[in-house]
């Protein structure tokens, strides 16, 4: 029983340390993007998410966009238009409340 505790515990000790490693480089990460982004905007340029499968309802071929845009690719049709779109950003501010009225 005492070494069932003790390779539990370990697993937790170890567990935790990797969860707190990737923490700690996440978070390094997440510095150096808003560290590009607000150099880009210095420069008047904005970046925005490019989804492939914006649109497309066959799942295969959402598939097929999704892995040849994760290598970095463009994906553009037979008249050189750009397949997908580009994700809106979200716009931080006062959401929107459902508000029913219960009184019926």
């Known amino acids: 029983m005492h070494d069932l505790w003790i390779v539990a515990g370990t697993l937790v000790v170890s567990w935790t340390g990797d969860r707190a490693l990737k923490w700690w480089l996440r978070r390094d990460q997440v510095a150096q993007l808003h560290a ?3 150099l880009l ?3 008047g ?3 925005h998410r490019y989804v492939p499968g ?3 309802r066959d799942p295969a071929m959402h598939g ?3 892995r040849v845009a994760s290598s970095g690719m463009l994906i ?3 008249e050189g238009r750009l397949v997908g779109g ?3 950003k979200l716009v931080k501010g006062p959401h929107l409340r459902l508000v029913v009225d219960n009184t019926q």
Request: glycine letters at 4%.
């Open 86 to 88: 580009l994700m809106p």
């Open 54 to 56: 914006l649109g497309v």
């Open 45 to 47: 340029l904005d970046a």
């Open 64 to 66: 097929a966009l999704d």
């Open 76 to 78: 553009i049709d037979r």
């Open 41 to 43: 905007a210095r420069h």
């Open 36 to 38: 590009a982004h607000a």
